[in-house]
């Protein structure tokens, strides 16, 4: 695919034309002084733009819908939402609007999206304005994310617009161009179905079957084959996040997708201390979000986008909870084998392993992990080091070293495989502390920061001299750490 300027990248308009009724066409606010603030290159070429048109003057104009491209109908898309268990019945997109479609180099179908590109008549009382920290937080995760090999959005580029946004304090604004593989979420078919038109239901599901799950299509029921495949997408992709130590924060049915990819970078962190009920988002006051419930709330997400596809299960209601509960038992089966077969993979243990002898270990460890209050990525990591004889590392991390030796010489006896542990444990990923460091400098106009911390966790498994301290757990003073929505 040759890289060619976004004008001339064939745009379509296909959620804009098929469901009509959840896209209002408008227009991204103009901004006085867009200048770019991160590219990805990478992600511009299977785009098939070219990078060098996006650094400046239209290119720049075209990232942040200042520039059109011909075939381009913009949309604010309309959802619904379960914002922290209660329905937010008009949410839609209130500082976002969905460029269009264009065709990858692999032949996929991807949204361009805008984040911070003004108010829509979704904006309720929100400014329709977003800020350089937050934006930058989204790039730097997602892009994290993606090199893990964890289903996400993308980040394509921030441009900074020269708009001073009021928060707290006046701040910098800025608009995330987002590439994903679409904009469908929970919350859009519970708005869809909340209109009491079937057909557009029947439509919104027909159009995410064609663009995620095709093969539903032939199935004998293609509605319930949907939601089984939206069941082991989410089942699939929680159990990655859990691994990997990630807390999403902000798991409202609005935020979660019907691809299966991470969406909407809010209040995230990733896990310093292991802890189940570990809560970074300053408004989750009761822990609605925390670490170790995430499975259990995509879950109840689910039952939720079962309740908005129900008339398409079947005619009488009672059969058509009872396809959707049947299908919904699949989720804790799906999830507890991701996260089985993964977690025995963190530790160099062969898949096959007898549950018999990992399950023991597996919960064993968790205890003394969180017991010892050890740093999540740490730990995974220095265990491969463990693996290949060098046990100090992983043992400095306890409080009781003699109870960590125990676990450590089962472990060792089953013979672990350190490579591939290497595989699985990234060595970076985007550290709480490293990220705010990164943006403050950002926001104060340094972009140096951002740069290494984005070569250190897009390159996530290959540990590199010299990047020692994004390896590194925070420093004593800093935290307890907090996030925030809204921002
Ligand atoms: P989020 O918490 O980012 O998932 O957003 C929840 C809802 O609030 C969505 O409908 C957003 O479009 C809307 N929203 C968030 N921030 C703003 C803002 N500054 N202006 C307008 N709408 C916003
Ligand atoms: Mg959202």
Same mark, same amino acid.
């Given at each position: 695919?040759?890289?060619?300027?976004?004008?001339?990248?064939?745009?379509?308009?296909?959620?804009?034309?098929?469901?009509?009724?959840?896209?209002?066409?408008?227009?991204?606010?103009?901004?006085?002084?867009?200048?770019?603030?991160?590219?990805?290159?990478?992600?511009?070429?299977?785009?098939?733009?070219?990078?060098?048109?996006?650094?400046?003057?239209?290119?720049?104009?075209?990232?942040?819908?200042?520039?059109?491209?011909?075939?381009?109908?913009?949309?604010?898309?309309?959802?619904?939402?379960?914002?922290?268990?209660?329905?937010?019945?008009?949410?839609?997109?209130?500082?976002?609007?969905?460029?269009?479609?264009?065709?990858?180099?692999?032949?996929?179908?991807?949204?361009?999206?805008?984040?911070?590109?003004?108010?829509?008549?979704?904006?309720?009382?929100?400014?329709?304005?977003?800020?350089?920290?937050?934006?930058?937080?989204?790039?730097?995760?997602?892009?994290?994310?993606?090199?893990?090999? &964890?289903?996400?959005?993308?980040?394509?580029?921030?441009?900074?617009?020269?708009?001073?946004?009021?928060?707290?304090?006046? $701040?910098?604004?800025?608009?995330?161009? @987002?590439?994903?593989?679409?904009? +469908?979420?929970?919350?859009?078919?519970?708005?869809?179905?909340?209109?009491?038109?079937? !057909?557009?239901?029947?439509?919104?599901?027909?159009?995410?079957?064609?663009? *995620?799950?095709?093969?539903?299509?032939?199935?004998?029921?293609?509605?319930?084959?949907?939601?089984?495949?939206?069941?082991?997408?989410?089942?699939?992709?929680?159990?990655?996040?859990?691994?990997?130590?990630?807390?999403?924060?902000?798991?409202?049915?609005?935020?979660?997708? &019907?691809?299966?990819?991470?969406?909407?970078?809010?209040?995230?962190?990733?896990?310093?201390?292991?802890?189940?009920?570990?809560?970074?988002?300053?408004? #989750?006051?009761? !822990? /609605?979000?925390?670490?170790?419930?995430?499975?259990?709330?995509? %879950?109840?997400?689910?039952? /939720?986008?079962?309740?908005?596809?129900?008339?398409?299960?079947?005619?009488?209601?009672?059969?058509?909870?009872?396809?959707?509960?049947?299908?919904?038992?699949?989720?804790?089966?799906?999830?507890?084998?991701?996260?089985?077969?993964?977690?025995?993979?963190?530790?160099?243990?062969?898949?096959?392993? #007898?549950?018999?002898?990992?399950?023991?270990?597996?919960?064993?460890?968790?205890?003394? $992990?969180?017991?010892?209050?050890?740093? *999540?990525?740490?730990?995974? @990591?220095?265990?491969?080091?463990?693996?290949?004889?060098?046990?100090?590392?992983?043992?400095?991390?306890?409080?009781?070293?003699?109870?960590?030796?125990?676990?450590?010489?089962?472990?060792?006896?089953?013979?672990?495989?350190?490579?591939?542990?290497?595989?699985?444990?990234?060595?970076?990923?985007?550290?709480?502390?490293?990220?705010?460091?990164? +943006?403050?400098?950002?926001?104060?106009?340094?972009?140096?920061?951002?740069?290494?911390?984005?070569?250190?966790?897009?390159?996530?498994?290959?540990?590199?001299?010299?990047? %020692?301290?994004?390896?590194?757990?925070?420093?004593?003073?800093?935290?307890?750490?907090?996030?925030?929505?809204?921002?």
């Amino acid at each position: 695919m040759t890289a060619v300027a976004p004008p001339a990248v064939a745009f379509g308009g296909r959620f804009a034309r098929e469901l009509s009724e959840l896209a209002i066409p408008w227009q991204a606010e103009e901004a006085p002084e867009p200048h770019l603030l991160v590219l990805n290159e990478p992600l511009a070429a299977e785009l098939g733009m070219d990078p060098d048109y996006l650094r400046e003057g239209d290119g720049v104009r075209f990232l942040i819908g200042n520039l059109v491209p011909g075939g381009a109908t913009p949309v604010a898309q309309a959802y619904a939402g379960h914002q922290f268990g209660w329905l937010a019945p008009r949410l839609g997109d209130g500082r976002a609007l969905l460029l269009g479609e264009i065709t990858d180099a692999d032949g996929h179908l991807r949204d361009v999206h805008l984040k911070g590109s003004g108010r829509t008549p979704f904006a309720r009382g929100g400014d329709g304005l977003a800020v350089v920290g937050p934006m930058l937080r989204e790039y730097i995760v997602s892009e994290a994310m993606h090199a893990m090999g &964890i289903p996400t959005t993308r980040s394509l580029a921030v441009v900074a617009t020269g708009r001073p946004v009021l928060r707290d304090t006046m $701040l910098p604004g800025a608009v995330l161009t @987002r590439v994903a593989s679409s904009h +469908l979420r929970v919350g859009t078919f519970q708005y869809a179905r909340a209109t009491g038109d079937l !057909g557009l239901l029947r439509r919104l599901a027909d159009h995410a079957i064609t663009r *995620h799950f095709p093969g539903a299509a032939e199935a004998e029921q293609p509605y319930l084959a949907l939601f089984q495949s939206v069941i082991a997408a989410q089942a699939a992709l929680v159990a990655q996040w859990m691994l990997v130590g990630f807390v999403h924060g902000v798991m409202n049915t609005d935020n979660m997708t &019907i691809s299966g990819e991470t969406i909407d970078y809010g209040p995230c962190a990733f896990l310093d201390a292991f802890d189940p009920a570990a809560v970074y988002s300053s408004i #989750d006051e009761t !822990g /609605r979000y925390a670490y170790g419930n995430q499975p259990l709330v995509a %879950e109840w997400n689910l039952t /939720r986008l079962a309740e908005a596809l129900l008339p398409l299960f079947h005619n009488e209601q009672e059969q058509a909870v009872a396809l959707a509960q049947e299908s919904l038992a699949a989720f804790r089966r799906q999830y507890s084998a991701a996260w089985s077969a993964g977690i025995k993979t963190k530790l160099g243990l062969p898949d096959g392993l #007898d549950d018999d002898v990992a399950s023991p270990l597996v919960d064993e460890l968790l205890s003394l $992990l969180q017991a010892a209050g050890a740093d *999540h990525t740490s730990f995974f @990591r220095r265990l491969g080091a463990a693996a290949r004889g060098h046990t100090a590392p992983a043992r400095s991390l306890f409080t009781d070293p003699a109870a960590f030796d125990a676990w450590a010489a089962r472990w060792s006896a089953l013979g672990p495989d350190a490579d591939a542990m290497d595989r699985v444990n990234p060595a970076y990923i985007p550290r709480n502390h490293l990220v705010e460091e990164a +943006l403050d400098a950002a926001t104060a106009g340094d972009l140096d920061p951002l740069s290494r911390l984005l070569e250190a966790v897009t390159s996530p498994y290959d540990e590199r001299p010299g990047l %020692e301290r994004f390896a590194a757990a925070a420093p004593k003073d800093f935290g307890p750490y907090r996030t925030f929505c809204g921002t």
